[in-house]
């Protein structure tokens, strides 16, 4: 069943949505006829309500609306609601911390896998050896617009928060703090030395991530990998962990290392 996030006017049993470009895809793309059905549920943004409690627990709730279409043209879709269903995720808040890469169009795929794997927030930081530095408001309303049109394609509750920082001093203050019960793991380039982690952090330990926190960060490396001065920026309570041995690309870390912080805080998916 096709999911359309979107607002729209309830009316007693009704629902009417004016987005232009939900009507043309209904329209054009999926060839919608009146009596076909489709689902839908208002934007609503991942948001970290619980991060410094110590539930263990954050939920993400949205109503899902299921309608049978019964009107449309090109500028109104009207359908009679057939079931509407109250969703809520628990689980730990994921983050993913990834320096901004070298191209755009990186960072739109990054938001995409990302999203599909249903990360709660995503900032872009800019790291010691990141090119792009600066905003480009054309280009975060489309990582935007990739961000609503994942969320619909994997049936997420929630749309991830998406930020981007132009100061990386700024960024302890977006991470988790694992001295109250938090987590925050540097997935950096494997060690190309022995002394690599131990030369810039000697402190860190080398560790997995383990379940039951409030709140999991991850951190994405840039090319050529973390320096000294973004190790600096994590604050005192990180650990280093590992994404395997050989060197990845930072997009393709990004997504496993999202997919590690996702199943690892996993939380259940309830339908009322």
């Not at 609503?148 to 988790?176: G, K």
Request: with cysteine.
């Amino acid at each position: 069943m096709q999911l359309f996030i979107s607002s729209f006017t309830k009316h007693e049993n009704t629902l009417i949505i004016d987005n232009k470009a939900i009507i043309d895809q209904v329209r054009k793309v999926l060839r919608g006829k009146i009596w076909d059905r489709i689902s839908i549920q208002e934007e609503v943004f991942a948001s970290n309500n619980n991060a410094n409690n110590t539930s263990n627990t954050n939920s993400r709730n949205n109503t899902r609306y299921l309608i049978e279409i019964t009107a449309r043209d090109k500028k109104q879709l009207v359908g009679t609601i057939i079931s509407q269903k109250e969703i809520t995720q628990d689980g730990p808040y994921t983050t993913l911390c990834v320096a901004i890469p070298n191209k755009w169009n990186k960072a739109e795929l990054i938001t995409q896998k990302l999203t599909e794997i249903w990360i709660d927030r995503i900032i872009f930081w800019p790291a010691e050896r990141s090119i792009i530095k600066g905003k480009n408001d054309n280009k975060l309303k489309r990582i935007s617009t990739i961000a609503r049109e994942a969320s619909e394609q994997s049936l997420r509750i929630t749309t991830p928060e998406i930020l981007f920082l132009e100061d990386s001093t700024i960024l302890p203050s977006y991470l988790a703090r694992s001295d109250s019960g938090q987590g925050i793991f540097v997935f950096d380039i494997p060690n190309t030395d022995e002394q690599h982690h131990t030369h810039i952090y000697p402190h860190s330990p080398t560790v997995s991530i383990e379940k039951n926190t409030p709140a999991i960060t991850g951190i994405i490396w840039p090319e050529w990998g973390l320096t000294e001065k973004d190790y600096h920026c994590f604050g005192d309570t990180f650990s280093i962990t590992p994404l395997g041995e050989s060197v990845l690309r930072m997009e393709t870390a990004a997504i496993i290392g999202g997919w590690e912080i996702h199943k690892s805080g996993k939380g259940k998916i309830n339908n009322k």
